[in-house]
DNA sequence: TTGTAAGCGTTATCAT
DNA sequence: ATGATAACGCTTACAA
């Protein structure tokens, strides 16, 4: 049972004493090859279960029909519903997703770049670590002209990117907020060192200011983007002589946790502290309150990438132009921010 | 920029006016190789970002540092965290992860793994899909010496597995109900078709005879793994002349769902009716009431599903032998379940 | 210490 | 209609 190599060309070869050429053109079925033996060759591979070799078509043709994604995470829904999104177009083409995650680790990063590389990946798709200060691990990439397409996280790096508005995405979290009567809100950031941490911020900061509502720098807290890391910044509200009455969080995570955290310090939500997250994770719908959050359309997100990466690599001129797309987002009103119906 | 192909072993050695094998015993440092011109090959090498071709090292190695994932989602929080654990182990290796989402259809897993055999891959990890009834396609991997592993979902076939005890640890989740004081156990199935949702209905039935309740079938409904398949069959449960005052749930996420339909008829957990859920997802510690439910060490599964795939394949003797590894469960008890104070 | 040549599995080009 | 050969990038006997 072990050991069984599988088939070559010319394993069927000898057996129909013909060259390995024939065999190969009568496996693609080239019309100049005899119908007979073409059929004949045909069965033959199908019936011992002969399958191409990839590898030696890759070595070839230089395309692997695989794609490099470079993700901090896949536990998160956001992350795997954009996989999701990425498979559901690139698969049916051909293509394998190779997962690499960095756990927001800057020198995983490097190194799976360099493994892609050295791997010949047709493409490579990025969502940033949170580390990554210096982006000189990428212009190798550009340099071997390989489509390079960053997602989700912002980044000033000279290649394709999609994403959404995270500044204006912000800004309705809150706005919202505002409008349900919230005139003390704060904010539980996301991951320190992130560019969509801090347009998060500017919108929160800005709308803020547009209503003329004041900045209190102690209703700011970074909370990242786990549950647990969310409990002990909004206990730290809590604790504030005057606490906050809505509450902007990082992602649907950490707005969970902080929800959990509030009901058991004794208060109610909406009616105490309203509370929007970011996503729209499935389950929020099924929380105690339900959760209201900003969509993102993830699954799209994924796609989108796919399009951008098909299009780089269709492009005969090498000049497809660089492409930052920017996808809408929707506010979702659930319970957890209705503190008057609307 | 574009079109700049990676530098060859060739290139390096016209510039060396060597030829290539010296380039290649240099890069592998061979000590054969003048320490002197060895040292200079490599500097440039490095200097020039040469990379090894890995596609030509498959081809020669046949050996292809690539394992294929077949999974049905990987949104569900339980399947990245195993696939999460196979990477800690095997990607320091060297080994990169594909992976293919069945999206729980046959067709595709059929699909899926033809195209594992044509790219070679080192080793294959398959979480079955609940349409498979068949499973002829896995011979051809097993006839390849391709070590194969399954994981979470049982099946028969012979191949090396890793998963849980899902009988037992639906006999915990009950008994656990029954000490609290539960004696009408509504049970939501998973998806119909798996071997584990008939274990878990199995550990659920004979635990209540073991204790002498009696099975009513209309408190057995099927809600599958996904949260809003579970809102009608809870309501159904609701409506019954005799509502349950406990319910074993098929995951956690149609445990919230259940809970949440239930709050939403204005019962109250767990003084009405007592919900536990299964995988204890990282978010039910939060949720309200917080979720009791089972542990599943899914990071282990994953580290132990490499390991055993390791194995096999260092196993010079072919005859390593079927594995069938079962990790432990935990009762994890939250408010859900908690009527009184134990 | 270094070069030559064969080989991994396949296809394309050029002959025949 | 089919065969021989080179090529993809690299390694490794075997020679030198």
Redesign the pocket.
């Known amino acids: 049972m072990r050991q069984e190599?599988?088939p070559?060309?010319?394993d069927i070869?000898k057996k129909f004493?013909?060259?390995?050429?024939?065999?190969?053109?009568a496996?693609?079925n080239?019309?100049?090859?005899?119908l007979h033996?073409?059929q004949n060759i045909q069965e033959y591979a199908e019936k011992i279960g002969?399958?191409?070799?990839k590898?030696?078509?890759n070595?070839?043709g230089?395309k692997t029909y695989t794609i490099g994604v470079v993700v901090p995470n896949i536990t998160s829904y956001f992350n795997a519903a954009i996989i999701d999104g990425m498979q559901k177009v690139l698969e049916p083409l051909g293509y394998a997703l190779t997962i690499f995650i960095t756990k927001d680790m800057y020198a995983s990063e490097v190194k799976f770049i360099e493994k892609l590389l050295m791997n010949n990946a047709d493409g490579i798709f990025v969502s940033i670590a949170s580390e990554t200060r210096d982006f000189a691990h990428f212009n190798k990439v550009l340099n071997r002209g390989i489509p390079l397409v960053f997602f989700d996280r912002e980044c000033d790096f000279p290649t394709h990117r999609v994403g959404i508005d995270h500044y204006l995405s912000a800004k309705m979290a809150v706005q919202h907020l505002i409008e349900m009567g919230c005139r003390r809100i704060a904010h539980l950031k996301g991951p320190e060192g992130l560019a969509v941490t801090k347009s998060r911020l500017n919108g929160y900061l800005d709308i803020l200011k547009a209503h003329g509502l004041p900045i209190d720098e102690s209703l700011i807290e970074t909370a990242g983007f786990k549950g647990m890391k969310a409990v002990f910044p909004t206990r730290k509200l809590l604790a504030l002589d005057e606490i906050p009455d809505g509450i902007f969080a990082a992602n649907d995570e950490t707005a969970v946790a902080a929800m959990h955290t509030i009901q058991q310090h004794g208060l109610k939500i909406p009616q105490d502290i309203a509370v929007i997250g970011f996503d729209n994770e499935p389950s929020t719908a099924f929380n105690n309150p339900s959760l209201s959050t900003i969509f993102q359309p993830r699954a799209e997100l994924g796609e989108e990438v796919a399009h951008v990466f098909l299009q780089d690599l269709n492009d005969k001129t090498g000049a497809y132009p660089m492409q930052h797309i920017v996808l809408p987002t929707q506010l979702i009103i659930r319970n957890s921010t209705l503190k008057t119906k609307i």
């Open positions: 190599k599988p070559t060309i010319k070869a004493k013909c060259s390995p050429s024939t065999v190969s053109r496996l693609n080239h019309t100049s090859i005899n033996t073409r002969y399958q191409r070799n590898t030696a078509l070595l070839l230089n």
